[in-house]
């Protein structure tokens, strides 16, 4: 490199200018997202200080507000609203005075700043070896999450001071010069949250035995400081209430994310849920401490402080929701030795850690234990449960990779492919899938009931005055079809009830069985028609958004018998038996024809004998005529939902180049034009 650079040649002057170019676009894309993080705590500190004085920070008033916990003269627990150690109320008590006087500003930009701080000292802590791209952006996407996650915003929210404790650990660990140092800090953490004492028996297992017992003792230093300042404090806490098991809410309440509040909810209780308890909370420290020393000493340290941090999370009594950082710092982990699986384990713990619950399992009463249980779950898989690599594997920097199609041109020089739409010809990995698709349709059925503003009586008039708009267009384009067919098929029972059970029953269980069958026989063809459903959905969710339209049931004094939902009560401004879970607003354009258009094509295009092919594209024109003459949309809705089908169609090509055979069709022929005729039939 100091050779070309000396020699001055164009031609060298031209590589080096090409070198340049990726550093300067991963510079730029560093610059974005330092942006996107600013803006994340802009957003952050607007939603706090945005909202009333009595909803916001609701814990810090609680506790040094002027009427505050820690101006009582009595024991902090006397009211239940203080659930901290004794020792947090003794570091909280010097906070009061200034925090009746500027409570919230200094408390919420404090917090932004350990955040960052936290983030910063995360992204320093990776295992090694790590790419210049990484060590370039790990910081702003760590600190990005760490906005994003749970239990930051309900820290920010409710003005919590846990943070702290994770902060000090990382700082003991990753930051301190000289075990002593490293010691005192944890064992302060501890002394906010005791289970963190779980970090000595690490150090004195991974030799860092002077840090182990700085720890021990500054715990027992701090912890004996508020006993001597608060003892009838201390002795509730410590002996009465066991490490803090009954302060505060309810320790079975949903937010409890502990052995102890999971077995809670399991409805067990007394001396049988204490020993349970307790013999599973030493089962999984035992099992987490083997397994962090282990990667501890393969160099995996940020891992290793995050899988005992998880079992922290377990064994506590009480582990609410603004306590549970440690399992977002278990993303470093990486599992799987396939590319295809490398994904899961991130994806996954990302998902739990900033989306309700709700929208990553479905609302089933079977599956509540999972859902009510779901970052446990995540925290024991961290702690006991996922495989891990190790650094010496073959498989840590280098998975096995993806087949990949040949690449093919861009359409047009100003739209390049998006290199994660490349055609992959291998299976995704299955949880994966599954786990997206359940995000994305809870995403989507999100957007699609707030399109009329979170109600349905607000876009009730101007949904009318669109359904107006279309039936004048179908008169004169002498398409308005839909009071004829709707009493033709009142009036003939057996049609009805087909109809009424074609509508309900076919709009998910076919486009599922399509993209099952695909995953399953057809994997490379199964990733080209999900990017085309994909892209669909979200082109129709901007239509119900910027056009809510009454389907012909919902508008009143025109005679549309609803054969499906039974008949609408219009002198109700929320009528119908679905406006309670849906948008019925959301009919233009018509996913029901849509989806079962991008069937139609996709078994139309692959399917190998002619009567698939023609079964495929009958179940469009069985939906399309299902939609109409059970009155739930207009005919132009179906010809809206064939243009998203095609617009998304076309997307997908435009992005993402052919169908992965058609690629290979085309490289092949490329390579032996002789040989074009016989792999033709590939696909």
Known sequence: M????????????????????????LRMACLGLWLIVAVLAARQVAVVLGTPRGERLTDLETWVGPNGVL?????????????????????????????????????????????????????????????????LLAAPVVIGLLMLSLPVRNTLWLGQSSIIPVLLVLLGCFVAHGQRTSGLLIGVAA???????????????????????????????????????????STTYWVHHLAGAGLGGRADDLGNQSLHGALLRLGLNGPLEIALF????????????????????????????????????????????????????AVVGRAGRRARDRYVWPVAVVLVMTLPSRML???????????????????????????????????????????????????????????????????????????????????????????????????RAEAEEHAWQILGLERALRLDIEHWANHAVVRTDWLRAFFDFYYESFHFVVPLAVLAVLYWRRPAEYRWARSAIGFA????????????????????????????????????PDYGTLTDVTNQYAA??????????????????????????????????????????????WVLDAAGGAVVVGAGFALTYLLSGPRAATAVRRASRAADPSTGRSTSSVG
């Not at 004492?197 to 840090?211: M, V, Y």
Request: a positive charge; aromatic letters at 10%; one cysteine or more.
């Open 2 to 25: 100091t050779n070309a650079e000396r020699s001055g040649r164009p031609t060298e002057a031209f590589g080096a200018t090409a070198v340049g170019r990726p550093h300067a676009r």
């Open 71 to 135: 101006h009582v003269n009595g024991s902090l627990y006397d009211s239940t609203r203080f659930t901290g150690t004794p020792f947090n109320g003794l570091v909280l008590k010097p906070l009061t005075r200034s925090a009746e006087e500027a409570l919230g500003w200094g408390w919420t930009f404090g917090t932004l700043l350990l955040v960052a701080a936290l983030g910063l000292i995360a992204a320093r802590a990776l295992p090694q070896p790590i790419g210049r791209r990484t060590a």
């Open 191 to 233: 002394a906010l949250q005791p289970t963190l004492l779980l970090f000595t028996p690490l150090l004195w297992c991974t030799g860092r035995r002077r840090a182990a017992l700085s720890g021990g003792v500054t715990f027992a230093a701090c912890t004996a400081l508020a006993w001597a300042a608060m003892p009838h404090d």
């Open 278 to 329: 307790l013999a599973l909370g030493a089962a999984v420290a035992v099992l987490a401490l083997r397994r962090a020393v282990r990667f501890f000493a393969d160099g995996q340290l940020l891992l290793a402080v995050a899988i005992t941090g998880c079992a922290a999370i377990a064994v506590s009594p009480t582990a609410w929701q603004h306590q549970l950082l440690w399992v977002l710092l």
């Open 361 to 459: 399992l479905p609302d089933m009463a079977v599956l509540d234990p999972l859902r009510t249980d779901l970052v446990l779950l995540a925290a024991l898989a961290a702690a006991v449960a996922v495989p891990f690599l190790s650094r010496a594997s073959p498989y840590y920097q280098s998975p096995l990779p993806a087949e990949y199609a040949p690449t093919v041109p861009a359409r047009f020089r100003h739209v390049p492919l998006v290199p994660f739409l490349r055609r992959v010809l291998t299976r995704p990995n299955l949880l994966l899938e599954l786990l997206l698709l359940r995000v994305a349709y809870a995403a989507y059925s999100q957007v699609r009931l707030a399109a009329t503003g979170g109600s349905i009586s607000a876009g």
């Open 537 to 572: 959905t979200l082109l129709a969710l901007v239509g119900f958004w910027l056009y809510p339209l009454a389907p012909p049931r919902l508008m009143p004094g025109l005679g549309y018998v609803d054969t499906v939902h039974g008949v609408q009560d219009f002198s109700q």
């Open 588 to 633: 233009m354009p018509s996913l029901h024809f849509g989806w079962s258009l991008w069937c139609g094509v996709v078994i139309a295009v692959l399917a190998r004998r002619w009567w698939t092919k023609a079964l495929g594209l009958l179940h469009p024109l069985l939906t399309g005529s299902a939609i109409v003459v059970t009155a739930n949309h």
